[in-house]
């Protein structure tokens, strides 16, 4: 359950987010601060999935299955 809110986050912040954050002021790095939302959600979706990854119990038993086949 907890995995599935997880992967759900970056559909909530792009595509539920945007619409509260769409504004030009304050600049951030230079960037309209619409444009810094979405380049921050790029970034951390790389990390969520990641997490993801890392915590799906699927994943841990096919790393188990190819040490043992490697054996």
């Known amino acids: 359950m907890f995995l599935r809110i997880l992967a759900a986050l970056p559909f909530i912040g ?3 987010g945007v619409p ?3 504004r030009v002021e304050p600049l951030v ?3 309209p601060f619409v444009l810094a939302w ?3 959600w ?3 979706i790389s990390v969520i999935m990641g997490i993801v990854y890392k915590l799906d119990p699927t994943n841990r038993q096919t790393a188990v299955d190819t ?5």
């Open 67 to 71: 040490e043992e086949a490697r054996s």
């Open 42 to 44: 790029v970034i951390l």
């Open 14 to 16: 792009i595509l539920l």
């Open 38 to 40: 979405i380049v921050l």
């Open 29 to 31: 790095l230079g960037m």
């Open 20 to 22: 509260f954050v769409n």
